[in-house]
Each structure stands twice: as C-alpha cells, then as structure tokens.
C-alpha cells in the first residue's frame, strides 16, 4: 500500500506557472511508475503525463507538450509536475496516481493502482 498526498495546487493567471507535488509514504517508491491525471467539473479524468522508474523515460497528453514537465526525486518520494505558460483550459483537480512495479509508462486511469485526493488548480483569463 502507498499513500499519495498531492500539493501546491491553486489560482494563476493565464501564462503563469505551478509546480505540484506528490509525496509517496513507504520505502518503495522507486518501484513505481507514476504519473498526474486531471479533471475538469462534468468531464472524465484524463490523462496529464508519467515517468518510469528511473525516471529515463517520459510522456505526456499532446494538450500538455511543451508547457509541463514531470520529473521524481527518490530521495524525497516525491514526483512533481512543473506547469507553465497555463491555460484556462487547463484548469482540473490534479491527481497523482502510481502503478507497482510498472514495467514501462502508463497513460490510462484503469492501469494505475494507488490515487492521492487531488489538488485543484484554477487559471484564470
């Protein structure tokens, strides 16, 4: 069992940036793939971007290219999701999510195992 607890969410204006974080309990962490999902009110939970274990290898939502960046620090058990130049489209609850022993990078809800509460981020025009 892991625990995911997501921060550093909150309002920015268009073109501004965040930087969330998801801190992981347990000794284990680098034997999970990670990755952030969002949702918007009255949509479904889509997929943001991952990072295996190692942290060698990324991908992202082609919404997100370019303006967000996932990255893990294992000395911490923290992955965290680096957003900039934001969009109010962009605004969602952001969750942090993680697969044991993930084998290669993860972009659908149903292959995730563990899920934080989520962390609302809201941009504004």
């Known amino acids: 069992q892991v625990y995911l607890v997501e921060s550093g969410g909150g309002l920015v204006q268009a073109g501004g940036s965040l930087r969330l974080s998801c801190a992981a309990s347990?000794?284990?962490?680098?034997?999970?793939?990670m990755g952030w999902f969002r949702q918007a009110p009255g949509k479904e939970r889509e997929f943001v971007a991952t990072?295996?274990?190692?942290?060698?290898?990324?991908d992202y939502a082609d919404s997100v290219k370019g303006r967000f960046t996932i990255s893990r620090d294992g000395a911490k058990n923290t992955v965290y999701l680096q957003m900039n130049s934001l969009k109010p489209e962009d605004t969602a609850v952001y969750y942090c999510?993680?697969?044991?022993?993930?084998?290669?990078?993860?972009?659908?809800?149903?292959?995730?195992?563990?899920w934080g509460q989520g962390t609302q981020v809201t941009v504004s025009s």
């Open positions: 347990g000794r284990t962490f680098s034997t999970y793939t």
């Open positions: 990072i295996n274990l190692s942290a060698s290898n990324t």
């Open positions: 999510a993680a697969v044991k022993w993930g084998l290669r990078l993860y972009t659908k809800t149903y292959e995730y195992d563990y």
